[in-house]
């Protein structure tokens, strides 16, 4: 809590509606009632966002997961290569 208003709503419902909306890419206000109100959700969600603690959390997974070597850092690198259709290379030549 920052010291105003009402005590904060418990960070796992909070958080676990963060990742639900996340998870299905439904709308803010889709947010199902379980979670608390939508609007709770997102304030708490975008706080996180401009301080950094989403950014600090995701670190500290990685850095334990790494730990334990639960982290593969191999690259793989597609050469496929995608070429435009014959008629979509450019803009009509004059008298055609």
Known sequence: MDGRGRPW????????????????GAPWR???DRFGP?????????????DGTWARLL???QVRDDAVGRV?????VDSTINRAHQHAV???????
């Open 9 to 24: 709503r418990d960070h796992r419902q909070v958080v676990n509606g963060v990742l639900w909306r996340l998870r299905t």
């Open 30 to 32: 889709d947010l199902p």
């Open 38 to 50: 939508w609007q709770t959700v997102y304030e708490r969600f975008a706080r996180w966002e401009a």
């Open 59 to 61: 670190e500290h997974v």
């Open 72 to 76: 593969e850092w191999t690259v793989s």
């Open 90 to 96: 450019g803009a009509r030549k004059k008298g055609m």
